[in-house]
């Protein structure tokens, strides 16, 4: 854990990054295999992949083809939390998929647990950690172990994502956003919220995402407009460009 932290706190970019948390996160949890990769806002795809122990050949089947047919990673992303592969989908279902016997299964992977980044509304990253066929299933404790890692892992990605340029014009909004609430006294939800409204995201979408009701967003979105002295999401983006 201190040397995850310590890979954390130093500048690093960010496949560089995420390639030695992947590594000591292995050793973390007698784990095998390990992948992360940073979400495309525009394209709505995963790329900028990092890896162990996978071949490179499965993990472009995976980028051409199975990630448009997976069951279980649009589940885990919307999650703000580290979550085994097992809470949301059962074993016997996951081993009768496409998705399982033609691409998991071909380097070996049986049982995973995801981490998903969030910086605003927007996912910067995440960390995928599998163990093979004849290991246990990740544990409460593994769960909570990931979980303390998470936040730094976030704040880590998203300097590092920020000094490159990466998705430049998003990551300027989400700072652009967090001057005015500290200002405004949006909530960290509020926040969260305004990002996905300036991403152009739905009402129900943005519901879905952060697993609340639709009424509730439309009651954010009421105070976010109330504190910002907006009307729309019109004014809303003048307000923040402004910043």
Known sequence: MFQIMGVLANDSNSRELRRKVGTLLLDLFDAQYFASYVWSQSDATFDDRVTINMSDDNLKSYETYFQFRDPITPVLQRRRRATPVADVISRRRLERSEFFNDFLARDGLHYGMN???YSGGLNIGDLRIWRAQK??????????VLDAIGPAFTTAMRIALAREGHEHGV????????RLSSRT???RRENEIAVALLLGKPDKEIA???????????????????????????QLFRRIARQ
């Open 185 to 187: 006294a949006l909530t």
């Open 171 to 178: 990551l300027s909004l989400v700072a652009a956003v967090d």
């Open 208 to 234: 879905e995402e952060c697993g609340i009701a639709y009424t509730t967003v439309r009651t954010h979105v009421k105070h976010i407009f109330e504190k910002l002295e907006v009307t729309g999401r019109s």
């Open 115 to 117: 981490y998903f980044a």
């Open 135 to 144: 290991r246990d299933d990740f544990s409460r404790r593994d769960v909570a």
